[in-house]
């Protein structure tokens, strides 16, 4: 698991990059400041009178807060085992923590514009400054609940205050009139748009980042792709020519043997090498298949029985292979795409299966559509997989098979090719239950198009 490791320093400010709870002690520690400057300019540049002892005993109880506040966010960052989106997508503690403040930030600000008249006070706008920080940094409905909480501590302040000689009016306790109904109205109406536009913005803009990451995570897949595509197009290459010459020899020399005395062995010998020949270059056309080469070059018309027929022509075992038969509207409904490549998609599940089942196990296959979605299941009976292996299962090159019986490109290839389809892949597995690998397709799957084709 990713560490994030910091230590706050004075004045208790870490980077940005730590999440919305180092953002707020940042807000907290400048507003601390810019009220005893306030107040302070407030006291020396013009003749108002105020209350100093509560506005700063506020204040002193802002700041103590923050300093805890600080303290208990450097504790959190510098754990081990705590990862960076504990504080930044704030899902538990962290969340609650930041609302309570915020909460306690607004009524100081109540309290605070109490002692020094209320309402009729300026900067009695800085509630929107609140409502706009809870709305980027909490969740929607905790925002809503931020407004509530301004609006009735602005509906207090229109009756109750400390009035200020320079800045209040005479209408203090006089009443709700029309025009303290009319102020009420209007700040509750400017409190919900800005608290409903910036959740809605915030929400857009943390959509849009989780939508480029998924970009940028498809792309960095496609990278590697291409990279599994030339090697394998390499590989199918520089293996070429030394498999015919092989292939040219056997043949010779059986067609030299053919009015020779020989053993029956012999014969026997050259059959075999002559097969495994032919299942080498059979080999080689998958690796380009699975890889993806194909799917921009022949799309068949076909059926869900006859994909499920193709699958099975390549399998090395087809004895250990139990295909469950589907209905007749199933096998018969008709599909569009590219066979060869996701007959071998589905071919690497079910030769997976069989290395995990063992020599004696078997491997079920079975073909569904389901909510309009075209569904192949391959089960197995073998070991099973732990959370941690299901998770990298698809990385490429990572295999837990034995060495010389896989290199790890398989399931990576697999997925890529029924993800260009817009299908997916579920997996579920029990260690020492076997595992079930469902390959989950739309039935109206599209070629892609040509720029997408050779990109």
């Known amino acids: 698991m990713r560490t994030y490791r910091h230590t706050l320093t004075l004045p208790l400010i870490g980077p940005a990059r730590l999440g919305s709870s180092p953002w707020l ?77 915020m909460l306690l930030d607004l009524i100081t600000l109540t309290a605070m514009l109490y002692f020094s008249g209320g309402a009729d006070n300026p900067f009695s706008f800085f509630y929107f400054v609140n409502l706009a920080v809870g709305g980027l940094m909490i969740r929607p409905r905790a925002a809503w609940l ?3 909480m301004a609006v009735v501590g602005y509906t207090f302040l229109l009756q109750y205050s400390v009035p200020i000689e320079q800045i209040s009016t005479n209408r203090i306790g006089s009443g709700f009139d029309l025009r303290s109904v009319g102020l009420m109205l209007a700040f509750a109406a400017c409190a919900s748009v800005v608290t409903y536009f910036v959740t809605r913005t915030s929400g857009e803009l943390q959509q849009r980042e989780r939508q480029l990451r998924k970009t940028q995570a498809q792309q960095a897949a496609s990278h590697r792709l291409e990279g599994l595509t030339t090697l394998a197009a390499g590989a199918a290459h520089e293996l070429a020519t030394p498999l015919s010459t092989i292939d040219v020899i056997v043949r010779e020399l059986s067609r030299h043997l053919d009015d020779v005395d020989k053993p029956e062995s012999v014969d026997t010998d050259l059959k075999l090498i002559d097969g495994q020949l032919e299942m080498c270059k059979q080999i080689l056309q998958r690796m380009r298949s699975a890889a993806g080469d194909s799917m921009a070059q022949r799309w068949d018309r076909t059926t869900v029985g006859d994909l499920i027929d193709t699958v099975l022509e390549g399998i090395r075992d087809p004895h250990l292979v139990d295909v469950i038969d589907a209905s007749e509207r199933v096998e018969n409904h008709p599909l569009w795409l590219p066979q060869e490549a996701l007959a071998q998609a589905v071919r690497n599940l079910v030769h997976n299966g069989l ?84 390959v989950i397709l739309p039935l109206d799957m599209r070629p892609p198009e040509p720029d997408s084709a050779n990109s």
Do not use: C
């Not at 506005?55 to 085992?81: C, E, H, I, K, M």
């Not at 398989?410 to 029924?418: I, P, S």
């Open 355 to 438: 290395d995990a089942s063992g020599p004696d196990g078997r491997v079920s296959v079975e073909s569904q559509i389901v909510n309009n979605r075209l569904q192949i299941t391959v089960s197995d009976q073998g070991q099973g997989m732990s959370a941690e292996v299901l998770a990298r299962a698809s990385d490429p090159f990572f295999t837990t098979k034995e060495p010389g019986r896989g290199i790890g490109l398989g399931l990576f290839l697999t997925r890529n090719v029924v993800s260009q389809l817009g299908g997916l892949i579920d997996f579920k597995s029990q260690v020492g239950q076997g595992t079930r690998a469902t």
């Open 25 to 101: 002690l940042h807000l907290r520690t400048f507003a601390i400041v810019g009220q005893l400057m306030t107040i302070l300019a407030a006291g020396v540049l013009t003749t108002v009178r105020l209350p100093y002892t509560p506005l700063l005993s506020l204040v002193g109880l802002t700041a103590v807060t923050n300093l805890f506040y600080g303290l208990w966010l450097r504790r959190l960052l510098g754990r081990d085992d705590v990862d960076a989106s504990h504080v930044d997508g704030e899902p538990h503690v962290a969340h609650f923590v930041s609302l309570t403040l």
């Open 146 to 148: 931020l407004t509530l």
